[in-house]
């Protein structure tokens, strides 16, 4: 995939209205499909303009220096190539401290959202309120329907099959914690998607209006969810047609290696039993035999070694590893649906551009400005799902890198630690097997 710069429907092929029929006016130029501008993005409903401030961890004035965040360059690990030098972090969010809360009506979990910005769009630099699962989602909705050209980060699963996993219990509470957190920063350090006023909403409302704001959806999404109803798309630009074979691939093998990964869990989680069983008989054997005590003792040692180390193995592949996986196996469906969506847009373009040149041969008539408006959307579209792409892939790259490195850090230290034990049980063993040859000599 090109990192160039997006040339619309002219890089895949396609001629522009102008060639097509007429050279448009200077008034008439369509749009360049670059990214938007924080000022150009659409305003909340009147409704959802006027919620409160959440509770500010510091009550300085905005403008204090004192209170503000140095402005920082993003990651050294981003391609340089993909992100300018000057682009830079200023909205800061972290999710953290889950509490349970269990009333009358229902039992559920809530986090707390802590931001830290210099942006002037906030009242103040700092800000914490308290969400739930059902506000992240929330904010899903409204930024896909906002900003359907972008593609918004998914979420974890909302439920979880009954009996098989507790969705109150401390590990399930804590790996989609990390989950919503990983969510909401993808969301912040997105050139465009961060200055969309519904995350502001998200991140400073005491109560989110969610019931209103659920039935109001922007002219945009919801012109591109009801386009292109009688038209059918002749063909997916080249460009495109190799993301969606990318993703399908990427896809099989995200779920060989989760099947393949979850088969190792449960064969690791059996043997984990054994083991133990294993070492404790060897830790009764040694109470019984005063010679042999310390040396069965020692491999008892060893036993119980080895399954620290296979815990903290099968822990990190449900608590890390598995997780990434999931993550972008969702991923890929939120990915998959932008460019259906783009698709849409391109096929209600084309049914447009034939029957306005069908008008025209007809009547003589002029082409229609909503043509050309439909031009610009799929250019608009074009621009802001490359960028999208190419900041997903050096998302990827870096995800996969440190889970990777992560996982093979642990492995090694764990399969050290447990050649150390046995290394020290021979010790053991050579200096029982002297003090026999000792005693046989006396």
């Keep these: 995939m090109s990192a160039g710069a997006p040339k619309g429907l002219a890089s895949s092929g396609q001629k522009p209205i102008a060639e097509i029929l007429h050279p448009l006016s200077a008034a008439e130029?369509?749009?360049?499909?670059?990214?938007?501008?924080?000022?150009?993005?659409?305003?909340?409903?009147?409704?959802?303009?006027?919620?409160?401030?959440?509770?500010p961890v510091e009550m300085s004035s905005p403008s204090s220096t004192s209170s503000r965040f140095n402005r920082l360059q993003l990651d050294d690990d981003l391609d340089p190539d993909l992100f300018a030098a000057t682009e830079t972090r200023d909205l800061?969010?972290?999710?953290?401290?889950?509490?349970?809360?269990?009333?009358?009506?229902?039992?559920?979990?809530?986090?707390?959202?802590?931001?830290?910005?210099?942006?002037?769009?906030?009242?103040?630099?700092?800000?914490?309120?308290?969400?739930?699962?059902?506000d992240f989602d929330w904010l899903r909705i409204k930024l896909e329907d906002s900003q359907p050209t972008h593609l918004v980060p998914p979420l974890p699963e909302k439920f979880v099959m009954k009996?098989?996993?507790?969705?109150?219990?401390?590990?399930?509470?804590?790996?989609?914690?990390?989950?919503?957190?990983?969510?909401?920063?993808?969301?912040?350090?997105?050139?465009?998607?961060?200055?969309?006023?519904?995350?502001?909403?998200?991140?400073?409302?005491?109560?989110?209006?969610?019931?209103?704001?659920?039935?109001l959806l922007t002219k945009v999404g919801e012109s591109v969810k009801h386009v292109a109803g009688g038209y059918k798309l002749r063909a997916r630009p080249a460009e495109f047609s190799a993301m969606g074979e990318y993703l399908d691939t990427f896809s099989q093998k995200l779920g060989t290696i989760d099947r393949i990964s979850q088969r190792i869990i449960k064969e690791q989680s059996?043997?984990?039993?054994?083991?133990?069983?294993?070492?404790?008989?060897?830790?009764?054997?040694?109470?019984?035999?005063?010679?042999?005590?310390?040396?069965?003792e020692g491999v008892a040692g060893c036993v119980t070694t080895r399954c620290r180390g296979l815990e903290d193995q099968s822990e990190r592949m449900t608590q890390d590893f598995l997780p990434v996986l999931r993550e972008y196996t969702l991923y890929i469906e939120?990915?998959?649906?932008?460019?259906?969506?783009?698709?849409?847009?391109q096929a209600e373009y084309e049914g447009r551009l034939d029957a306005a040149v069908l008008h025209k041969q007809e009547e003589r008539t002029p082409i229609p400005a909503e043509v050309e408006k439909c031009q610009d959307k799929v250019e608009c579209f074009n621009a802001d799902l490359k960028a999208d792409w190419e900041r997903w892939q050096s998302n990827k790259r870096q995800d996969f890198r440190n889970l990777l490195t992560g996982v093979a850090d642990k492995n090694i230290s764990?399969?050290?630690?447990?050649?150390?034990?046995?290394e020290s049980l021979i010790t053991v063993l050579q200096d029982k097997q002297t003090e026999d040859k000792e005693s046989e000599t006396n």
């Design 163 to 215: 009996g098989v996993v507790d969705r109150f219990s401390e590990e399930f509470v804590e790996t989609r914690m990390k989950a919503l957190d990983k969510f909401l920063k993808r969301i912040a350090d997105h050139p465009v998607l961060s200055f969309n006023p519904h995350l502001n909403a998200f991140l400073t409302a005491k109560d989110l209006n969610k019931r209103q704001g659920l039935a």
């Design 29 to 55: 130029e369509p749009l360049s499909g670059a990214k938007v501008r924080p000022e150009q993005t659409a305003s909340l409903p009147s409704s959802e303009a006027g919620l409160t401030n959440g509770t």
């Design 414 to 422: 764990n399969y050290e630690e447990c050649q150390s034990a046995w």
């Design 92 to 134: 800061f969010v972290t999710v953290d401290d889950p509490k349970k809360h269990v009333s009358t009506m229902e039992t559920f979990i809530t986090y707390r959202v802590s931001s830290k910005t210099t942006r002037v769009e906030f009242d103040l630099p700092e800000y914490c309120v308290r969400r739930r699962y059902q």
């Design 334 to 345: 939120s990915m998959k649906n932008v460019l259906r969506k783009r698709d849409q847009s």
């Design 270 to 296: 059996e043997y984990l039993t054994e083991l133990r069983e294993y070492g404790t008989v060897y830790s009764d054997w040694a109470v019984s035999e005063e010679e042999l005590q310390h040396p069965l």
